[in-house]
């Protein structure tokens, strides 16, 4: 990282305990973790090694038993694997719920909700309710309703898990582009390889038992990337070794 980068986030030292006595379990165990603004940042690893636990910390949504987590007064926006729309809303609702919260003029809604359809390309779509939509609709309003409210700091937790290879992909492009347009600073978890080496500027990846930061690796692929560049398959092939040597390191540590 070169010298005078600001840091968006900085966590130190954040360890998550849940529960007590036998049933402790050790969600996190002392991580540090730091994301330029601006910067891409993929959390991989396998379930239960506390990816989920740290963004919704940074979020702001659970606190650290132990540590700090400092994002400078940053705008933090947060989309899940479940869009989360309200059902009884139309598009245009749930996305004017997020510009009341943000503060953004009454007057200024429908051109900001117009703008933000044609930014994740659902241009129109204002009165259509979530159940009429598409898996990978519902996750573009979902991130249309993201920006609405006008974050600097866009948390990520598995949000296309469920959709399509073909549906991924294509919102794989949508988020690189309105990242770039927005310069907006992500940190994306994803336990899918491929996903990582394909958005990441850093994939952090991560161990379980108890949940640590077991190594960072640079992506540096020219942008835009394109899944099915071999490039990215050589990465995600690099990543998926990592994987695997420190689920077996968390085994061992287990049973010995
Ligand atoms: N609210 C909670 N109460 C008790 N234990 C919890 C709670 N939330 C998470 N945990 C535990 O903390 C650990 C980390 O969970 P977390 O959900 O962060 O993992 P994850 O990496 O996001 O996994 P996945 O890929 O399955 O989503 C797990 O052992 C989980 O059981
Ligand atoms: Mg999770």
């Not at 989360?84 to 245009?92: A, D, G, I």
């Not at 159940?131 to 700091?153: K, N, P, T, Y």
């Not at 835009?224 to 390191?249: E, F, G, N, S, W």
């Given at each position: 990282?070169?010298?005078?980068?600001?840091?968006?986030?900085?966590?130190?030292?954040?360890?998550?305990?849940?529960?007590?006595?036998?049933?402790?379990?050790v969600?996190l165990d002392g991580v540090d973790?730091?994301?330029?603004?601006?910067?891409?940042?993929?959390?991989?690893g396998?379930?239960?090694c506390g990816?989920?636990?740290?963004?919704?910390?940074?979020?702001?949504?659970?606190?650290?038993?132990?540590?700090?987590?400092?994002?400078?007064?940053?705008?933090?926006?947060?989309?899940?694997?479940?869009?989360?729309?309200?059902?009884?809303?139309?598009?245009?609702?749930?996305?004017?719920?997020?510009?009341?919260?943000?503060?953004?003029?009454?007057?200024?809604?429908?051109?900001?909700?117009?703008?933000?359809?044609?930014?994740?390309?659902?241009?129109?779509?204002?009165?259509?309710?979530?159940?009429?939509?598409?898996?990978?609709?519902?996750?573009?309003?979902?991130?249309?309703?993201?920006?609405?409210?006008?974050?600097?700091?866009?948390?990520?937790?598995?949000?296309?898990?469920?959709?399509?290879?073909?549906?991924?992909?294509?919102?794989?492009?949508?988020?690189?582009?309105?990242?770039?347009?927005?310069?907006?600073?992500?940190?994306?978890?994803?336990?899918?390889?491929?996903?990582?080496?394909?958005?990441?500027?850093?994939?952090?990846?991560m161990q379980p038992s108890p949940g640590r930061i077991a190594?960072?690796?640079?992506?540096?692929?020219?942008?835009?990337?394109?899944?099915?560049?071999?490039?990215?398959?050589?990465?995600?092939?690099?990543?998926?070794?990592?994987?695997?040597?420190y689920?077996?390191?968390a085994?061992?540590?287990?049973?010995?």
């Amino acid at each position: 990282m070169s010298a005078g980068t600001e840091m968006a986030i900085r966590a130190r030292g954040v360890t998550k305990l849940f529960g007590r006595g036998t049933d402790q379990v050790v969600a996190l165990d002392g991580v540090d973790l730091e994301v330029a603004e601006g910067e891409f940042v993929c959390l991989l690893g396998r379930s239960g090694c506390g990816k989920s636990t740290l963004l919704s910390m940074i979020a702001g949504l659970t606190r650290p038993s132990e540590g700090e987590i400092d994002m400078g007064g940053r705008r933090v926006g947060m989309m899940f694997q479940d869009s989360n729309l309200f059902p009884w809303l139309t598009v245009e609702g749930n996305i004017h719920l997020a510009l009341r919260l943000s503060g953004a003029p009454k007057d200024q809604w429908a051109d900001r909700t117009a703008e933000l359809l044609d930014m994740v390309h659902l241009p129109g779509m204002q009165l259509r309710r979530p159940h009429e939509l598409s898996g990978g609709m519902r996750q573009r309003v979902a991130l249309a309703r993201s920006l609405a409210q006008d974050c600097q700091i866009l948390l990520m937790d598995e949000p296309f898990a469920a959709l399509d290879a073909i549906t991924r992909d294509a919102l794989h492009d949508q988020i690189e582009r309105v990242w770039a347009e927005r310069r907006l600073t992500i940190v994306f978890v994803t336990h899918n390889v491929r996903e990582a080496a394909r958005l990441g500027d850093r994939v952090v990846v991560m161990q379980p038992s108890p949940g640590r930061i077991a190594e960072e690796v640079r992506v540096t692929l020219a942008r835009p990337r394109k899944m099915d560049d071999p490039l990215i398959a050589t990465r995600a092939a690099a990543l998926h070794d990592k994987l695997d040597k420190y689920h077996v390191i968390a085994e061992q540590g287990r049973t010995s």
